[in-house]
């Protein structure tokens, strides 16, 4: 199933840029140029995450931002586009409902990794709320209260470091987990660098995919890593 985006901006350049460097990477984008045909369409549509720029024709976007979470209840995720810097600023687009926040000008690759982010944080707590605090993909399945992995009804043994890697893959899955996020996971700012990701994905292998006829965890060249079903086979 595609990612579905509603971009609430009226600088034609900045869609133009949304759209060339997006849709190549398989989002279905929708757009809006004012606030009052934004805030229509993010009631009348069903989208993954919404991109609302601050100030826009009509209604500006920390009032529309405010509407959908307190008058109409909307939890979709929003990413706040702004020219402004201040901290006051920040902090009043945060307050109005936003789940995150960037200021313009700002890194393509960046937002898109932010679009990844919340969808991840969306999956991971559907995927909570319906599993009582599990998460399942395929075959395999992380009690993460009791840190405890089971796959096709077997319990797995796994590192501390391993269950952390195995949950972040499960959130996501089948989608892919770069190497900076898994790493910015694990480490923080303090990555160790080197061969450290590539050690433990190796001996997360060795419990949760050897013993098994098929392999689950999958190497995305040059990206990361992400989880397969056997399907896919």
């Not at 292998?205 to 992400?226: A, C, N």
């Amino acid at each position: 199933m595609s990612t579905t985006l509603l971009i609430i901006e009226d600088n034609e350049d900045i869609l133009a840029n949304l759209y060339a460097y997006l849709e190549p990477l398989g989002y279905e984008l929708d757009c809006a140029r004012n606030g009052k045909a934004g805030l229509d369409m993010a009631l009348e549509g069903s989208f993954d995450v919404i991109i609302l720029d601050v100030m826009l024709p009509g209604m500006d976007g920390v009032t529309l931002c405010r509407a959908l979470r307190d008058k109409h209840g909307s939890s979709t995720p929003i990413i706040m586009l702004t020219a402004r810097d201040t901290v006051a600023d920040r902090v009043r687009g945060l307050e109005s409902g936003a789940d995150d926040y960037l200021v313009k000008p700002f890194s393509l690759k960046e937002l898109e990794a932010r679009i990844r982010a919340l969808l991840r944080r969306g999956r991971y707590k559907e995927n909570v709320a319906a599993a009582g605090g599990s998460l399942r993909f395929a075959d395999i399945e992380a009690d993460m209260p009791a840190h405890r992995v089971l796959r096709g009804g077997r319990e797995l043994r796994l590192s501390p470091t391993g269950f952390r890697i195995l949950c972040e893959l499960l959130k996501a899955a089948p989608a892919i987990v770069t190497r900076e996020e898994l790493e910015q996971t694990l480490w923080g700012d303090a990555a160790p660098g080197g061969s450290a990701l590539r050690t433990h994905i190796h001996e997360l292998r060795q419990v949760v995919d050897k013993p098994f006829d098929t392999p689950l965890i999958e190497t995305i060249s040059h990206v990361g890593y992400r989880l397969r079903s056997e399907s896919e086979e």
